[in-house]
């Protein structure tokens, strides 16, 4: 198991790693914890997160975590903020900014926004938090570095300005124009290189160090104190989010996704496979299923479809299949409905179960043959493998290319309704599903094995 911090201007992946050894990723956005848990963590530590223009953490995705045994820390900015809200149901907040959004004594977010620099360059700062401003100065006023006057209004000016202006450069400039003189301005200046407080670093030290203790304990997982519930909005959520995945390297040089496409294109031996890690899945994560959500829409589509894969397409024929298996049409609906329910566990596992796939495909016979498949197709394509455009690519409309590959190549009929057939083969769209069939056509056409 690992630990994950989601960091960026308050602390380097250096100084982290100073204090532990940790999974570091970028500020979290919405969706990118529930994406940490395909990292299989004992510990999340959330620092910093983004605030405008991109969404926040939702709530619900810590809730999810914790419920799964995982211990989620906050502190510093996103973290505190997030720790303060969260904490009755169990997140562990740490350091004064945690303490202070607890008591009531910090309200507004934007006491630890910043603005900063690009990923490439470490995320580097580009203003001062209110948070660590308000530090400095008390500290300045008790060091005499600053009259206390001065120094209340310096603050009261930082509060009035956007986060984004308020750097030091700029309070001192105002600082001279309520009457500090020159002189007294370099000499402050010059203290600030010395004795400016970071109060958010030091927050997300002490939360490092918190993570570091329960990293090093070997005592139960986090014991969540709640019943997560599992609503048709987390599904919808959680299947935008599967769009984009922590990398996973399982798969030895060849991207698991282009492995499981190959398999994709054996609806069949998806679904066998599907059944065997689902099985390796929950054996081996401890995981348990969700508590069921009715979906009538879903459940009658899957009888629909099973009703024609067996050849039991009117009620002559489906009573006497029942009868031969000692069932009845009630108990037929409850075990199709279970299988609805088990998929939306498996989409909602993202990149976890992805990975148990593979491993169940290299414990057979067919992780090879599917490997080779996928390295084909990619050095075929002489541009690195990137992604065909789509049907008009070849000249074929969507039908033509629909009733290839399924009436000609698994000879069977195209299926009513397609979106439904993604859905049990793991794909989130007809655009991902059709690009999909173009690469299999060209690698068909051009000699490849079908």
């Given at each position: 198991?690992?630990t994950?911090?989601?960091?960026?201007?308050?602390?380097?992946?250096?100084?982290v790693?100073?204090v532990?050894?940790?999974?570091?990723?970028?500020?979290?956005?919405?969706?990118?914890?529930?994406?940490?848990?395909?990292?299989?963590p004992?510990?999340?530590?959330?620092?910093?997160?983004y605030?405008?223009?991109?969404?926040?953490?939702?709530?619900?995705?810590?809730?999810?975590?914790?419920?799964?045994?995982?211990?989620?820390?906050?502190?510093?900015?996103?973290?505190a903020?997030?720790?303060?809200?969260l904490?009755?149901?169990g997140?562990?907040?740490?350091?004064?900014?945690f303490?202070?959004?607890?008591?009531g004594?910090?309200?507004?977010d934007?006491?630890v926004a910043?603005t900063?620099?690009?990923?490439?360059l470490?995320y580097?700062?580009?203003?001062?938090?209110?948070?660590?401003?308000?530090?400095?100065l008390?500290?300045?006023?008790?060091?005499?570095?600053?009259?206390?006057?001065?120094?209340?209004e310096?603050?009261?000016?930082?509060?009035?300005?956007?986060?984004?202006?308020?750097?030091?450069?700029?309070l001192i400039a105002?600082?001279?124009?309520?009457?500090?003189?020159?002189?007294?301005?370099?000499?402050?200046e010059?203290?600030?290189?010395?004795?400016?407080?970071d109060?958010?670093?030091?927050?997300?030290v002490?939360?490092?160090?918190?993570m570091?203790?329960?990293d090093?304990?070997?005592g139960?997982?986090?014991?969540?104190?709640?019943?997560?519930?599992w609503t048709?909005?987390?599904?919808?959520?959680?299947?935008?989010?599967?769009?984009?995945?922590?990398k996973?390297?399982s798969?030895d040089?060849?991207?698991?996704?282009?492995?499981?496409?190959?398999l994709?294109?054996?609806?069949d031996?998806?679904?066998?496979v599907r059944?065997a890690?689902?099985?390796?899945?929950?054996?081996?994560?401890?995981?348990?299923?969700?508590?069921?959500?009715?979906?009538?829409?879903a459940?009658?589509?899957k009888?629909?479809?099973?009703?024609?894969?067996?050849?039991?397409?009117?009620?002559?024929?489906?009573?006497q299949?029942?009868?031969?298996?000692?069932?009845?049409?009630?108990?037929?609906?409850?075990?199709?409905?279970e299988?609805?329910?088990?998929?939306?566990?498996?989409?909602?596992a993202?990149?976890?179960?992805?990975?148990?796939?593979?491993?169940?495909?290299?414990?057979?016979d067919k992780?090879?043959t599917?490997?080779e498949?996928?390295?084909?197709?990619?050095?075929?394509?002489?541009?690195?493998?990137?992604?065909?455009?789509g049907?008009?690519e070849?000249?074929?409309?969507?039908?033509?290319?629909l009733?290839?590959?399924?009436?000609?190549?698994l000879?069977?009929e195209?299926?009513?309704n397609?979106?439904?057939?993604?859905?049990?083969?793991?794909?989130?769209?007809?655009?991902?599903?059709?690009?999909?069939?173009?690469?299999?056509?060209?690698?068909?056409?051009?000699?490849?094995?079908?």
């Amino acid at each position: 198991m690992s630990t994950v911090v989601f960091i960026g201007p308050t602390i380097s992946k250096t100084e982290v790693r100073a204090v532990i050894g940790a999974t570091c990723l970028p500020p979290a956005a919405q969706g990118d914890v529930y994406r940490a848990m395909d990292l299989n963590p004992k510990c999340i530590g959330i620092i910093d997160g983004y605030f405008d223009g991109v969404a926040s953490i939702w709530h619900k995705e810590i809730l999810w975590a914790m419920s799964q045994g995982v211990h989620v820390f906050g502190a510093s900015s996103m973290g505190a903020l997030r720790a303060a809200e969260l904490a009755d149901f169990g997140m562990q907040g740490v350091g004064e900014i945690f303490q202070d959004y607890q008591s009531g004594k910090l309200e507004d977010d934007d006491e630890v926004a910043v603005t900063h620099g690009p990923p490439e360059l470490g995320y580097p700062a580009l203003s001062e938090p209110m948070v660590s401003i308000r530090a400095t100065l008390n500290y300045a006023a008790a060091e005499k570095a600053l009259p206390k006057s001065v120094a209340a209004e310096i603050g009261a000016f930082a509060k009035s300005r956007d986060y984004g202006d308020r750097t030091w450069r700029t309070l001192i400039a105002y600082a001279q124009t309520i009457g500090l003189k020159p002189s007294q301005a370099g000499k402050f200046e010059h203290w600030l290189k010395e004795n400016s407080i970071d109060q958010k670093k030091l927050d997300a030290v002490s939360m490092l160090e918190a993570m570091q203790a329960t990293d090093e304990d070997d005592g139960p997982a986090h014991d969540a104190s709640f019943e997560f519930e599992w609503t048709n909005l987390w599904n919808r959520a959680t299947s935008k989010w599967r769009e984009k995945s922590v990398k996973d390297d399982s798969s030895d040089g060849i991207d698991a996704d282009a492995v499981l496409n190959e398999l994709r294109l054996k609806p069949d031996e998806f679904h066998r496979v599907r059944e065997a890690a689902m099985l390796r899945f929950l054996a081996t994560t401890g995981v348990t299923l969700p508590p069921q959500q009715v979906d009538h829409s879903a459940i009658a589509e899957k009888i629909n479809n099973f009703r024609k894969q067996h050849g039991l397409l009117n009620r002559k024929t489906l009573d006497q299949w029942l009868a031969q298996n000692d069932l009845s049409a009630e108990a037929l609906e409850e075990m199709l409905g279970e299988e609805v329910h088990k998929q939306n566990a498996i989409d909602t596992a993202s990149a976890a179960f992805r990975r148990e796939m593979i491993k169940t495909l290299k414990l057979g016979d067919k992780y090879h043959t599917l490997a080779e498949r996928a390295r084909s197709k990619l050095a075929k394509r002489g541009d690195g493998g990137s992604v065909v455009s789509g049907p008009q690519e070849i000249g074929l409309p969507n039908v033509a290319l629909l009733d290839w590959h399924f009436c000609q190549i698994l000879k069977q009929e195209i299926p009513e309704n397609i979106d439904n057939h993604l859905h049990e083969i793991g794909l989130l769209n007809r655009e991902a599903f059709y690009r999909l069939l173009v690469q299999e056509y060209l690698h068909v056409h051009n000699g490849g094995q079908k």
